[in-house]
């Protein structure tokens, strides 16, 4: 059961996930953005900077949540994409998630829906 409602918002982009989550009561309590035009939109629409690199934040800095929300880059998996997976760096980051679902346990993992992913 999912008491507190608090989320972290990973990969934030600029932000449609939390938009998402907050218009049906959940509260955001960490997000993380590295691309640094979609953390300044982001900032201009939550009034919030997202931290930066993901692979650079240590799990003891996020608050406490209940749900892990993440739209990590699909472009490595995409059919639009050169669908290298995880042979191009940015596919890897999915291993930082999973990290994060390892270590804090959240009871929800949401994960953008990314077509290819599974194939990879």
Same mark, same amino acid.
């Given at each position: @059961?999912? +008491?507190?409602? *608090?989320?972290? $918002? %990973?990969?934030?982009?600029?932000?449609?996930?939390?938009? !998402?989550? =907050?218009?049906?009561?959940?509260?955001? &309590?960490?997000?993380? =953005?590295?691309?640094?035009?979609?953390?300044?939109?982001? +900032?201009?629409?939550?009034? +919030?900077? /997202?931290?930066?690199?993901?692979?650079?934040?240590? =799990?003891? $800095?996020? /608050?406490?949540? $209940?749900?892990?929300? !993440?739209?990590? /880059?699909?472009?490595?998996?995409? &059919?639009?994409?050169?669908?290298?997976?995880?042979?191009?760096? *940015?596919?890897? #980051?999915?291993?930082?998630? %999973?990290?994060?679902? $390892?270590? @804090? *346990? /959240?009871?929800? &993992?949401?994960? +953008?829906? &990314?077509?290819? %992913?599974?194939? #990879?």
């Amino acid at each position: @059961m999912i +008491e507190n409602n *608090r989320f972290i $918002d %990973l990969f934030a982009g600029i932000g449609g996930i939390r938009l !998402a989550f =907050e218009q049906n009561g959940f509260k955001c &309590v960490f997000s993380s =953005e590295m691309d640094k035009y979609a953390a300044k939109t982001y +900032e201009a629409n939550f009034d +919030e900077k /997202p931290f930066g690199d993901i692979t650079k934040i240590n =799990e003891k $800095d996020i /608050p406490e949540f $209940d749900i892990l929300a !993440a739209g990590f /880059p699909c472009q490595p998996f995409s &059919v639009a994409g050169y669908r290298k997976g995880f042979d191009d760096n *940015r596919g890897n #980051h999915f291993f930082r998630i %999973l990290e994060f679902v $390892d270590i @804090m *346990r /959240p009871k929800v &993992v949401f994960l +953008e829906n &990314v077509k290819n %992913l599974t194939t #990879h």
